[in-house]
DNA sequence: ATTATCTATAGATCTATAGATAATGC
DNA sequence: ATTATCTATAGATCTATAGATAATGC
């Protein structure tokens, strides 16, 4: 009991970690702060010390899944050479990724409960999802800016889209055929 | 109190219409039985002699909700002249649809609770992915079959992500480009 | 006699708060 | 002195069940 203030942020971090793989994970709905408390070591007391409400967390949260997926992409956009087109789709669109939710890409798994969020963390989102755009279209062999764009928000879209489908069916090869027919096309056509 | 049993059956079907549309307004986890039954006019107490456990309404809730938008798309394939690609993906893709998931496609809103739920309504999501995919198909304006069924699945989870995604950010100008960017792009390119 | 619905409630769980405890930080 | 965490609990809500009531259906 009693910790010192570095501890306590390496405690507020842990929570949120945790909390944004639950989240993907179970809903935004599906996990209770006892739960998440009791996975970082803790007891439900403390949280309201690091978090006024439940929907800070889930902002920090949501926040910090968009983070993961981010510092992937960078990193792998500014590798040498850098990640190709084709090689982001086929890190996306895997049935590795498909079936580990927790650390995968939080909008295909929290979309819809982010549209029922608080505005704090559907404009969050919306930063979001406009940064993904400009670096999928920072990608896209395209003949102009604009043809770039428009192509990395279908390419934005159908991989979410994708991805959810894929989850949700319980028939295995139609899953995969999802997957895999997504990536191919979207290969493809760019 | 102690009705007939054609009352009863009309009073579940009212139960399940009112689940479908309340699950694709809040999310599966969002909505009480409580709630539910208020909203049909009736009590908590009767709800176990209509469904043996929350899963159940769950089940028929998201098959009635997958009926609704296949009853659309086959009355519009029925119709003099059938419906055309075109306009299967203007229906899909517009504010009116974006701003009333209760009435919309189930799968923007559900597929991640969906991928959470047991086995029945998964399957049953397998069996309704399965058709739309082939309702599509049967529209796309394609060379062969099998392109045609490419592009179907290409299409399907575009317009998914792109509602859900559509849904999920709070800058209106933004939510508006995704959709009409989708839209224009999955018409020109079948 | 059966049953569709009602009222009432058990038991679990969830968010949030109050007050105690044991450490840090001045 | 302050504070990070703990135990304990209030108050709300959720699924499910028990038992009463009033209608149908034989």
Chains 1, 2 share one sequence.
């Not at 084709?86 to 498909?98: F, G, M, P, T, V």
């Not at 969050?124 to 770039?148: F, G, H, M, W, Y």
Request: net charge positive; glycine share 6%; charged share 30%.
């Amino acid at each position: 009991m009693g910790h010192s203030r570095a501890q306590k942020a390496k405690t507020h971090k842990r929570i949120v970690s945790i909390a944004s793989k639950k989240f993907r994970e179970e809903g935004l709905a599906g996990v209770g702060i006892a739960e998440l408390m009791k996975e970082a070591g803790l007891t439900v007391g403390g949280f309201y010390k690091h978090f006024d409400s439940r929907d800070d967390l889930v902002a920090e949260a949501v926040s910090s899944a968009f983070g993961g997926w981010k510092r992937r992409v960078d990193a792998a956009k500014a590798g040498s050479p850098p990640v190709s087109y084709e090689k982001l789709i086929d890190e996306y669109l895997n049935e590795a990724h498909r079936d580990n939710p927790g650390t995968g890409c939080a909008f295909s798994v929290l979309a819809p409960e982010i549209a029922r969020s608080d505005k704090r963390t559907r404009a969050l989102t919306s930063e979001q999802v406009r940064n993904d755009i400009e670096l999928i279209a920072a990608l896209c062999p395209a003949k102009d800016k604009r043809t770039a764009r428009s192509t990395a928000i279908l390419t934005f879209s159908a991989l979410v889209g994708a991805m959810a489908l894929a989850r949700a069916v319980s028939d295995e090869a139609l899953s995969r055929e999802i997957l895999n027919t997504v990536a191919e096309l979207l290969k493809n056509s760019a």
